[in-house]
């Protein structure tokens, strides 16, 4: 009987499709987690790696997608992978031959095997030609092979400077640019998250994406005729992120025409919006006092303040710190602030149920506010700003943080507060030690220049308060206590101690009582007379006769 080519092309057949209900079947199983520890147990990576050469594309296909799975979802299945040099580098090699399925699930494998640790990233792009098979899918006609590269080059820079310099390094800046200028607003997004997360990393890279030129095509998306809101939000995130880095990368961004557009968005209907451009300016005006005025000489302290104000899901702190730092570039510009009655909003926060670091900010920003000079700490007693900072102090549920800086904001407003009725209506018993050092010490200054103080301390019984606190409680306190005595004379010291002077006591031993002191003596009176002088009949004023009985 002669050989029949049939038998042959039909066992090839069955290997075949044997092979790819296969790879399909482990693809499935890869896909839930509750599985992979099992696969891996059975050395599926071993099994499926060679098939990403198989001559069937379908089979190459489902083997690098049950590849991803296995990957994303066990890091020891990744590890193994990377180990596999050989292959990884034939899988990611023969690329350009395939089609946009095979390119989009090896982009989605270089995230999934990069997301673990640094030193696998680097042999996936160095060693295994990654970085090639990313600019590769960069350049592909496909917006969503593009949109897999952009999350693999997102990954490998979350990770580490390093990386990001390095890919950087490879040219794929001017590529993600270019994705700016697509129509898909999702290619645009996942393009500015790379960017963004580059960015944070340091001030080199961001200086990189900055000469590319990335800013121009950013600033685009703040317009107020873009409606995209989710690429306006990752536009802002990515916009503080350069900026936050230097003075040179700011003064970049609003010669890239960043002004008026960010003031516009802080009255945006999108909170979100409002949170993230108030995010931006906190940024830019912490770089110079020219910065500060121009923000404020374009009407940014009411935008600031329309953030505060309209604030509801989110915390207004970003908008709540940009006040702050735009208070400390000068008095000048604190006292602008001031006059935007920005102080009630501020201390209306403190006395809201407002989280701990909203309120830690606008106690801070008070601190900026207040540090200048006494004009500017008068404005904040006005409106009770000490007493609500010291109450937010008191709280039982104040980390030490948060208390450090209300420490440190009252320190700088009372070291220039010179009413006196309003550091007496704060010094109290119940005020913390590490508080009435400050208040005392400043009080030390004002009594020696104020009549009328020296009595209202002595008359109010502050005088007398302080004398009870014992030197042991706090050396620094006791020391500031000593220098308010100095302030009265030591006679009247000692009186409201209780501890009177010697002169007085040999004054009262030598005293004799006169002879003719009236002494009463009074008689207790019987029942009877008890009941006669309750029934006897009063003439009341009026002349009308009146038994009160």
Known sequence: MSPSPKAVVQTFDNYAKSQLTFVQNVAELAAKPAYVDCLYESHVIKIVLPLVTNINPTVRMNAVLCLVRLAGNSEPCAKQIVCSKNLLSRLLGQLVKENK???????????????YSSESTEIVIKECGGIDAILICMKDFDSFVKEAAMQAITCITRLDVKLSQLIVNYGVLPQIVLCLKEQQQSLKLFALTALDEM????????????DVPTLPHVIFFLMPNFVDKKVQKSALI???NIVKHSLFLTENAIESNLFPEILLLMAHSDESIRNNSAKVIREVVKHSVQIAQMVVNSGGIDKLLNVISCSQELSPNPAVLALGYIAAM?????????QSQVLMHLTA??????????KAGVIWTLGMIGQHSAEHARSICSCDGLTNIMNVYMDSNLDNENKYKCIVALEQILKNCDDFNV????????????IMIFILEKISKILPKNLQARRSFITNGHLKM???????????LFQVIKAVNCCFPEDIIQMVAGDFPETVMKTVDKYVPQSDCLFFNRQLKSDEQLHKSYTTIKTPLSGEESTFK
Not at 101 to 115: E, T
């Open 423 to 434: 550091l007496e209506k704060l010094l109290t018993p119940s005020v913390p030690i590490e």
């Open 349 to 358: 926060i403190l006395k809201s149920d407002a989280d701990k670091l909203t």
């Open 199 to 210: 960015a944070k990393n340091n001030e080199d890279l961001a200086v990189k994406i900055v």
């Open 466 to 476: 302080i004398q009870n606190i014992k030197p042991h409680v706090n050396p620094e």
């Open 238 to 240: 990515l916009i503080k």
């Open 330 to 338: 000068s008095p000048k510009l604190a006292l602008e602030i001031i």
């Open 101 to 115: 399925y095979y390119k989009k699930n090896c982009m989605n494998l270089v995230k999934n095997l990069c997301k």
